[in-house]
């Protein structure tokens, strides 16, 4: 219950004998004397009796705006998340019934609660307040920037909680108005979730163009840039083997900056075709994010056959053909699983060359696979090895 204070003045104002002017100046000057006065466990009840009163039968629509708007603003500078989740959550169910008279202050109160949940970590919360939003109203323009942000907004707080269908679900809103904005930082942030998204979804190929691309801004802070390169490096790494991920490499190989970065040596080894030693994988691996390392469906992680690619393609480098044990050897795989990664990526053509069943030899063709898909030749032996 509020103070005794404060509802002592609430039920004066509330007198039919005041005016709507004398009215509307001494609520204000209540409002003021709450936010000054009252302690930390006061101030949202007292906060709530306010709502109540301003709301109730004695004062209409048109007096009640205002008051409510600067309600607002009292709840804006309270220094307290708890305080603002707890008034600011009643407030938005009292103004349920007649949101239509207050949609502005409706918004209002929504950002202040989504600025005080993501304070609290609480993003998912946070997202659903702002999903309140009326952001197609016939009683204000709501422009178009404001939606994107929004939407872009509602989307890395999913993307913060890993929820990645729901922030795809609000990046794909933002798309459909995204040429309308002319904001940078607003587009810089809608590629920055859309590297994040694809990152998630293990398409790391396009995700490290994207990440590149987005870490070429000059709007950006030097280590914004920076960290963003990273993560076009670790998603090239775990990109599958091939011509495509052989120019991503190329790309970002040749980027200045990548030089200084501590994923420099395995982008190294990776571009040069050299082969890459599990403890190289193991320190790695430490830097990667869970849904990096989590397990395909061959049981394998996403790094692990990443690197067995790499090395199997830097290995046709090397050899001419090669046993399919002695490849197992390198490989650190048995026979069997080892001739399976071989005659994926030949029929997937990212491989050049063919296999030996009979004999059990991999006959390489010299020369990185065209990317299209093809029909693996597991043929008899054919010359020397």
Known sequence: MASPVVL??????????????EKSSEYRGLLQQISDDSSHDELPRNLTAFVDSVLGDTLGIVAARPLIGAYVEALRVVPSPDVKIESGRYALEALQSRVVSFEEQDASI????????????????????????QLESSQRKVPDEVKVRTWIRICRLYLEEDDITS????????????????DKELNLMFQLSQARILDSRRKFLEASQAYHGFSLSLVLAEEERAFALSKAIVCAVLAPAGPQ??????KLF??????????????EKMF????????EVTNFAKKLAPHQLAQTADGSTVLAKAVIE????GTSRLYNNIGVVELGSLLGLDAEKCEEYAARMLEQRRLIGRIDQIDGVIFFGGQEGSGEKGIVNQGNKVGDH
């Open 167 to 182: 922030a795809e679900s609000y990046l794909n809103r933002a798309k459909n108005l995204l040429y309308k904005v002319e």
């Open 8 to 21: 002592s003045r609430l039920a004066q104002l509330e007198s039919p004998t005041t005016s709507i002017t």
């Open 110 to 133: 929504r950002e202040i609660l989504a600025d005080a949940f993501q304070e609290q970590e609480d993003y998912v919360e946070a997202a659903r307040i702002l999903q309140g939003l």
């Open 254 to 267: 040749k980027d200045e900056r990548a030089v200084q970065l501590d994923e420099f040596g395995i982008l």
């Open 310 to 313: 790499h090395n199997l393609l």
């Open 272 to 279: 040069l075709d050299r082969l890459i030693s599990p403890q």
């Open 245 to 250: 991920r052989s120019r991503a490499l190329g």
